[in-house]
Every structure is written in C-alpha cells, then in structure tokens.
C-alpha cells in the first residue's frame, strides 16, 4: 500500500471518528443513567483521534508514492490497516 492512499483513508477514518466523538459528546447530557458510559467513550475517541492524527503527521514526512511497509514494517502495517477496519465498521455515532 502506498503512503498516499493509507493517509487518505485515515482522513476518512478520522473523519468518522470526530463525527462519533461529537454524537458522544452531545448524548453526554440526556440523561444522568447513560452521561458516564457517553463521557468514556468520547474519552476513548479522543484518544483514537489523537493516534490517528500523530500516525498521519508521522505519514507525512514520507515520500507519497513509497511503499507503507518500508517505513512501517509488515507487522505494524497489517495492525494498523486491522485497527481501521475496527473504527471503519464500527460506526459509534449511528446508536
């Protein structure tokens, strides 16, 4: 995979993932017996969001059309694209 088209697809994975953030941030306030559960998954998205920003910063330095896996390695690549499929499917903001 190239460097170009990994760092596209964390746009879209992060652009998911800041809608989920602020769903969770806004059910936060219906109702006191869910505001705890909502706060700490708008914590865990936070942090989603922060690696992925970090990754990306990291992805850019990289020349675009290089391949991911000479940066990265074989292992940590085939984590990360594991990781994004997860937030991909997962769809927080849709409940």
Do not use: W
């Not at 920003?53 to 990265?72: C, I, R, S, T």
């Amino acid at each position: 995979m190239k460097v170009r088209e990994l760092v596209e697809r964390l746009d879209e994975v992060m652009a998911n993932v800041k809608i989920a953030l602020i769903v969770n941030q806004q059910r936060i306030f219906e109702s006191p017996h869910t505001s705890f559960e909502f706060t700490q998954r708008a914590i865990e998205l936070q942090k989603d969001l922060e690696r992925l920003e970090e990754l990306k910063a990291k992805l850019l330095q990289y020349d675009p059309d290089g391949n991911v896996e000479d940066y990265l390695g074989p292992e940590f690549t085939g984590e990360l694209l594991k990781f994004l499929d997860l937030l991909e499917r997962s769809r927080a903001y849709l409940y």
